[in-house]
């Protein structure tokens, strides 16, 4: 069975995806995918990048001259005609917005999340509704026109069942993991014993200070604001003769229509000299920048997965984290989980742990052994075994499962408990 492996998610350009979740979830698994098909798989894996998919003169000359809607004419007519071209059983897109509404052949989509439908006043922005609904609906019939879904937690799985009705039996779950390059880059340091002093000494960052760090991005979803409170909280009650506090903010979030907010809330709560804004940390320093920190914050209200509080744990970096979607999977009983919004609680969590360095050190144990119970080897081998069970229950032919109307109410975020 050949199966064709949409890779346009790694190149730069494409959708922003390069760099960002879905193009490090693409590029980690297609490389794990494919170690374990030289190993002997009966699949034949066929990447196929955007010069697979060029256009031909007729195509761009169309699209040059629409005068509306281009976009949709060559994502939903011109490119399904290509890919009908392509020399493979089946077509896996990483990314279900990135595939057709209507398959032209079996092919199978990963969701990485439904956050537009869970927190739709999040993402219409200034768009027109209806344009927003037709893009959702455009995706979802991306979903249900495929042989099967992938997706990476099983609070995700639970979206997909439970809001866009696809039968269970459709959907397998592969939990994502940790990058080699990271694991192999915190076993270097931990061999040559790297201490924490040293990693702050080599990114620049005070050795005296207790240090609070936060990865990601600042879309609303990700309730930054909401640190920023409380550090403010944690300023206004710590002891005289404590250590000065720092929040460390990691991301290349200075274009964002948030940053203007976030350097405001900063700036009103007078916390200016205790937040230092990182920018995009580069993959050789993550390490140490996670190692350098007494402790991870993560406050974001849904993740499809959750890589950064994987990433800390895998580093030895105690980890607080909302508990809400798929948090819980991936952190487990080794971090601390707290109620979203919550300051009062998020206060007394951070003050218990910092100055307690015995309590920081089991933190960190746990979070370690955590990080080890996800891999990308395994990874590939549930998506093997996606294929090779959408293939047989499907024989070959797209199925379109029934969905009901839920782009026009708000569904109750859900949240799911680790046994």
Aim: proline residues 6%; aromatic residues 8%; neutral net charge.
């Amino acid at each position: 069975m050949r199966i064709g492996l949409d890779l346009r998610p790694t190149e730069v350009g494409f959708k922003a995806h390069a760099g960002r979740g879905t193009g490090r979830y693409t590029g980690e698994l297609v490389d794990a995918m494919e170690a374990l098909a030289s190993e002997g798989s009966e699949l034949s894996l066929v990447p196929i990048h955007s010069k697979e998919l060029q256009k031909s003169s007729l195509d761009r000359c169309l699209v040059n001259y629409l005068p509306f809607g281009a976009r949709t004419i060559e994502s939903q007519y011109l490119f399904p005609r290509r890919l009908s071209s392509l020399d493979v059983d089946v077509i896996h897109f990483f990314a279900h917005g990135d595939a057709p509404a209507r398959a032209v052949m079996p092919q199978i989509v990963s969701v990485l999340d439904l956050i537009p439908l869970k927190f739709p006043e999040l993402y219409k922005a200034d768009k027109p509704n209806a344009r927003f609904k037709f893009a959702r609906w455009l995706e979802y019939e991306a979903i249900r026109s495929s042989i099967g879904v992938v997706a990476i937690s099983e609070s995700t799985k639970a979206d997909v069942v439970d809001l866009l009705k696809i039968p269970e039996e459709r959907v397998m779950v592969t939990p994502l993991a940790v990058a080699p390059r990271l694991l192999e880059q915190v076993s270097e340091y931990q061999q040559a014993n790297i201490s924490q002093k040293q990693q702050r000494q080599r990114l620049g960052l005070p050795e005296d200070e207790e240090l609070l760090l936060y990865v990601g991005g600042i879309d609303p979803r990700k309730n930054v604001p909401f640190l920023c409170d409380v550090l403010a909280e944690l300023l206004k009650t710590r002891a005289p003769d404590a250590k000065k506090l720092r929040l460390l903010l990691a991301g290349g979030i200075e274009k964002d229509d948030q940053y203007p907010l976030l350097l405001s809330r900063i700036s009103s709560l007078g916390i200016s000299d205790s937040v230092t804004l990182l920018g995009f940390v580069p993959d050789e320093d993550l390490v140490s920048l996670y190692q350098a920190a007494d402790l991870f914050l993560f406050p974001s209200l849904y993740e499809g997965f959750g890589f950064p509080v994987l990433e800390a744990m895998a580093c030895g970096t105690p980890v607080i984290a909302g508990n809400n979607s798929s948090i819980p999977e991936v952190a487990g009983t080794s971090g601390i989980l707290l109620p979203d919004k919550d300051k009062a609680a998020w206060v007394s969590a951070i003050s218990a742990l910092l100055g307690r360095p015995e309590s920081l050190y089991k933190l960190s144990l746990a979070g370690v052994a955590q990080a080890r119970h996800f891999s990308w080897k395994r990874t590939a081998e549930r998506t093997f075994e996606a294929y090779q069970r959408f293939a047989a229950s499907d024989s070959g032919s797209s199925s379109h499962f029934p969905i009901r109307a839920v782009l026009n109410s708000r569904p109750n975020s859900r949240k799911r408990a680790v046994s």
